[in-house]
Structure formats: structure tokens, C-alpha cells
């Protein structure tokens, strides 16, 4: 299984393995999304609670002023909390794809390094947009599945970070 370190490496070679002249759009960041999550381990879903917690303490600093970083950090707490929920599985390929991009949002120094004012989070944006589509099916069912349980989709931050089981034990990865 890959660490984190390794997972940070990768970051170069996503440049390298894509035509030249090419922007970053959907279809790259698709790539990007299924070759990592092939390399997924349990300690990456584990170290996600407390560097996403972080992230989003990071962003939320600028949400006042940025809509679109308040509906990044909404829909990262909301995945986060889907793979997390104890009494909502889902599958083991869609866990890993959610990692993979969570673990992409979380690290600072990606394609775009996130330090750099004002288009840092662009390429987070365009990760976690298009991994919302990938998975789109999933979290309708898991909307569906709080408003039937009678749990507040609206409280994100205890979906995503209250007490509930890590990622790892959806994933039979250890």
C-alpha cells in the first residue's frame, strides 16, 4: 500500500503522464482520481479525519469572501461522512475514489501548491467537482438516506467529523 509520502510523490508524475499544452480540466482530473485510488491504504483513510479537519479550519478562513470555498468545504465534509457513517455503506471501489480525492484536497503542494493566493484551490475545486460527479449516484442515496433517518444532512461538520467509524473499516484494506 502506498503512504502518504508516496502519495505526495505522485504529484510530478500526474504532469508528465498528460499531453503537453493541456490544461487541467475534468478528464485529467478523472485520471488522476482512479489511478489513486488504487493506491489507497488504510493508514491514508485514517490520517483523513485530522488533515481534512485542517484543511477545511484552512478554508473556512476564506469562505466570507469566496461562495464557491464554502461549497468545496461542504461537499469534502459531506463525502467525508458518507464513507465515515457507520449505518450507510457504500461500496468499496466508490470509498477509495472518495479518498483518493480527499486525500488530492488535503494535499497542499498539488499541481496547483494551495499557498498561492487566489488560484491555490482551483485545482482542488476541479478534483473534488468532478469526483462529486463520479459519485454523484452515491451521495444522492446518502441525502436520501439522512433525510429518511432523520439526521441533518445540514450539520456537516458532525457528519464528517463526529464520532463513527474511520473509512478503513468500509474497506477490508488494513
Known sequence: ?????????????DEAELPEGRGFGEKRARKI???RADNVSSDDLRSLTDRLREKVGELKDLEEGLYWIGTLIGRAKLLFGMIRDRDFRVDVST??????GLLYFILPTDLTP???PGIG????????GTLW???SAEVERYIGFLQDTGRAEGDLESLAFGRGATPASY????
Open 121 to 128: 484551490y482551483i485545482d482542488d475545486a476541479v478534483v473534488l
Open 33 to 35: 482520481l482512479e489511478r
Open 171 to 174: 474497506t477490508g484494506r488494513e
Open 114 to 116: 494551495d499557498f498561492i
Open 95 to 100: 470509498t477509495l475514489l472518495v479518498a483518493a
Open 1 to 13: 500500500m502506498a503512504s502518504m509520502s508516496d502519495f505526495n510523490s505522485v504529484v510530478d508524475g
Open 133 to 135: 460527479k463520479m459519485v
